[in-house]
């Protein structure tokens, strides 16, 4: 590729020209954590730039002739070099930019981020950089030219960096820009908090040549004797064939890979299947050429039949919570560790949930994988919320990078058993539109896991309520979100009301629930006391067992969570008081009736 002059601000339209031509991320490297890495992880200098002063990008700031604004802006050394970046000023990646430093807790704008590091590079390899998320958009710099920007604050992306990189020392540059856009996936209205910043792990990725980029691994839809998948190399004069090894099922199968290093394979064998009972991981070994890579992959089937969700052919009940991807304790923010995701799901079991609703975007791959190994099924979900441009194109090819990033990291995580297109998304043909493609492109990618949305209910008649949606004839459940007792009437309301749906699918309630200030106390009838979500979810176990053909729950939310719409004063301070957990840890009134209940439930289906 013909490179550019990162810093040569003179050259600024046709370093455009580069962003839009495509300086796109190379296809997704899996299972990183199983490679060579070099972390960059620590603390990266930085220098906060709300007035775009480093970088002027026209596409926001459009002039009669398509160029900068304003010249004075036009020095020809911006902060890409060097004696900008003196500075003290550090923030640690990963981490949120909101609460690792005072003024920045409301910022949404630019951040630039630079960090040096030695490499010494070897014959016969081929090195990646690797993200797991930045939030919003990045624009990666690397000794002083641009390497490629992304979009989309939840996704890892990687790229190639073999020609780019020095002997010795090398400076890599990230612009980071977390300014809500209307035409973004998630657009300019939510109920998180808009974390900016490098949010997740930065690796340098060493490959051979040719190396494994992705592979698949699971049961064949339906079955649970043959295992089937793919292996997918990257890189000139792939090898003819592959090895896949399952140590503890005796299996060690070839695999014939095309001219283009692809390969398909289906191998009879019997494993023990996943569950939360009895979460069984498998040590996997895939082997190309002079590439291996290992994992650990859990097999299990998922499939509904009428109203049931059936998980290993057995009807199951999904006992769960929603979660963000929230750290407790501490300042909050952003969660991007093992140990963080570790309290959160430890809390889902101690509730006794078999299943979590990893809300409102892809949770980080550690997320992921403590659930293959904790035994919770998960659902997974992209920033489709509310209300996306539906008719705006590159809207459209926003969410369906996510959607396929997301899919592509996790697909051989036994735990994740249902993807999920969009949040309470208004009905219009334009929206169904979207959201069948969005469905179609899935199904494509992965034709073994339940496909969803989370929809939102309606009137069928007095204190009668229902889902009228055109999705449901392409979604595989009925899942909606609904606040009986707290947006829609008070606690009475929900001893009324009962359900009715036609439409023989498996119901899915993916929200309810009430605010509650923990440690607040007063009457029942005093709504933000613990005492008001306490009788609302005694009152909504009662109503969910009225609730025909229900197969799940997901009440909103596992902990208190930042929300800038949350303004109430003494009560909320920026939090979501839904939790059932405040954010230190402390368990509100309502997190027993949910315990208890759950418990009856583990009883009576015996999981
Ligand atoms: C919803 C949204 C969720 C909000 C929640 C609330 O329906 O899906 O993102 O946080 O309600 O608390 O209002």
Known sequence: MKRYIFSTMLCSHILILVIQAGAQPAPQIVNIAARETQSLDGLWKTIVDPFENGYYDYRRMPT???????????????VLEEYNFNTDRTLRVPGDWNTQRESLYYYEGTVWYRRLFDFTPRDGERVFLHFGAVNYEAIVGLNGEIIGSHVGGFTPFNFEITDYLREGENSLVVKVDNKRLAEGVPTLNSDWWNYGGITRSVNVVRVPDTFIRDYSVQLAKGSTDR?????????????????????GLGVRQAVELDESGYGAFEISAAPSLWSPEDPRLYEVKITAGRDSVEDRIGFRTIETSGTDILLNDRKIFCRGI????????????????????????????EMGCNFVRLAHYPHNEDMVRLADEMGLMVWSEIPVYWTIQWTNPETYLNAEAQLTDMVTRDRNRASVVIWSMANETPRSPERLAFLSRLIDKTRAMDDTRLISAAMEKESAGPDLLTVHDELLDLVDLISFNQYVGWYDGSSEKVDRVNWVFDRDKPVFITELGAGALYGNHGDA??????EYMEDMYTRTVDMLERVPGLAGVTPWILKDFRSPRRQMCDIQDDFNRKGLISENGGRKKAFYVMQKWYEELRRRYEQ
Request: zero cysteines; proline letters at 4%; hydrophobic letters at 35%.
């Open 227 to 247: 295992i089937t998948g793919w292996i997918r190399t990257d890189g000139a004069n792939p090898p003819s064939g592959a090895t896949v090894e399952i140590p």
């Open 525 to 530: 009838s005093e709504r933000f006391t613990e």
């Open 322 to 349: 929603s979660i963000h991807e929230e750290a407790a304790y501490g300042s909050s923010g952003r969660a991007f560790s093992r140990e963080q995701d570790l309290v959160l799901l430890n809390w889902a079991k």
């Open 64 to 78: 009669a002739n398509g160029y900068f604004q304003d010249h004075d802006f036009r020095a020809d050394k911006t």
